[in-house]
T-cell receptor, first 110, second 115 residues
Framework: KNEVEQSPQNLTAQEGEFITINCSYS?????LHWLQQHPGGGIVSLFM???GKKKHGRLIATINIQEKHSSLHITASHPRDSAVYIC????????????FGQGTRLTINP | DTEVTQTPKHLVMGMTNKKSLKCEQH?????MYWYKQKAKKPPELMFV???????INESVPSRFSPECPNSSLLNLHLHALQPEDSALYLC??????????????FGNGTRLTVT
């Protein structure tokens, strides 16, 4: 079992739909990252959070430390949101090591 | 535009070649990272430099040799690679390594093909 599990692995939706991607982790963490990777490779850090909720534009990230669970929500989804979304936990045991989930491939159809 | 610049964007090399990947950031970050990413897989950590010193080596084969000549530059020297080393190599930086309030900034990667 991976220390960081994401679901779903693949998600296809229509433009405008509300999207939720989930991340569960079993390690003790000091922070959790949500990353976006478009085809071609570059990774963009969307959020880094250690408690509560953060919002940036149409993106919202939440984390529940007690339940070891985080979610990434996209409101009013758009085809340009199509990408792979990766959850990565900053393991408290290894100060500089991120433990990555397997990623969620999101496709938004017009 | 990313604030972490990687060159080259693409590299094709033979198994007997020696080449280098370069990474540069001017954000004053003191931690820099090399990751390797195979297709449809998450990135795998290779090396971490903190304050220009190698702090983590994830048991990477010696045909990969990192170098941090100064706080803005990170190189990855490649020699006698194997075809299975073909991957996307990503550089990242953060203000301080491993701190909860220190987000990672990634470059766009170098896509390496070993023939």
């Amino acid at each position: 079992k991976n220390e960081v599990e994401q679901s779903p692995q693949n998600l296809t939706a229509q433009e405008g739909e509300f999207i939720t991607i989930n991340c569960s982790y079993s390690v003790g963490i000091s922070a959790l990252h949500w990353l976006q990777q478009h085809p071609g490779g570059g990774i963009v850090s969307l959020f880094m959070l250690s408690s509560g909720k953060k919002k940036h534009g149409r993106l919202i990230a939440t984390i529940n430390i007690q339940e070891k669970h985080s979610s990434l929500h996209i409101t009013a989804s758009h085809p340009r949101d199509s990408a792979v979304y990766i959850c990565a936990a900053l393991d408290r045991r290894g100060a500089q090591k991120l433990v990555f989930g397997q990623g969620t491939r999101l496709t938004i159809n017009p | 535009d990313t604030e972490v610049t990687q060159t080259p964007k693409h590299l094709v090399m033979g198994m007997t070649n020696k080449k280098s990947l370069k990474c540069e950031q001017h954000m004053g970050h003191r931690a820099m990272y090399w990751y390797k990413q195979k297709a449809k897989k998450p990135p795998e950590l290779m090396f971490v430099y903190s304050y220009e010193k190698l702090s983590i080596n994830e048991s990477v084969p010696s045909r990969f040799s990192p170098e941090c000549p100064n706080s803005s530059l990170l190189n990855l020297h490649l020699h006698a690679l194997q075809p299975e080393d073909s991957a996307l190599y990503l550089c990242a930086s953060s203000q301080e390594g491993g701190q909860p309030d220190s987000p990672l900034h990634f470059g766009n990667g170098t896509r390496l093909t070993v023939t």
